[in-house]
Nanobody
Framework: QVQLVESGGGLVQAGGSLRLSCAAS????????MGWFRQAPGKEREFVAA?????????????DYADSVKGRFTVSRDNAKNMVYLQMRSVKPEDTAVYYC??????????????WGQGTQVTVSS
């Protein structure tokens, strides 16, 4: 398993932008899929976006997004720094939630997540 620490949450106006960061530590971090989930008050935790581990042959890194954030959010990872990012643009009040960094060796990154961060609050004001 890896250890995850998020940062970058805060208060942002609707239509604005925010970038979340997640620092990972542990062995072979680049062999894990990494991504983001969120949980709004009174709702279940839901998938937001993820990046698969780098393909050893093609160096291609597959991305996956929830329909609700496609075209607005971008997930990226820097394997040299063991970091994963979530760039949020054109945010909406319904994006308000606690955002969690997640890592696992499975793909797609949906269930049976092996590692979670502590979460960072994102609040979008209207």
């Amino acid at each position: 398993q890896v250890q995850l620490v998020e940062s970058g949450g805060g208060l942002v106006q609707a239509g604005g932008s925010l970038r979340l960061s997640c620092a990972a530590s542990g062995r072979a971090v680049n062999t894990y899929s990494m991504g983001w989930f969120r949980q709004a008050p009174g709702k279940e935790r839901e998938f937001v976006a993820a990046k698969r581990w780098t393909d050893a042959i093609t160096a291609y890194v597959e991305s996956d997004y929830a329909d609700s954030v496609k075209g607005r959010f971008t997930v990226s990872r820097d394997n040299a720094k063991n970091m994963v990012y979530l760039q949020m643009r054109s945010v909406k009040p319904e994006d308000t939630a606690v955002y969690y960094c997640a890592a696992d060796r499975s793909w797609p990154l949906r269930m049976s997540i092996g590692s979670w961060g502590q979460g960072t609050q994102v609040t979008v004001s209207s």
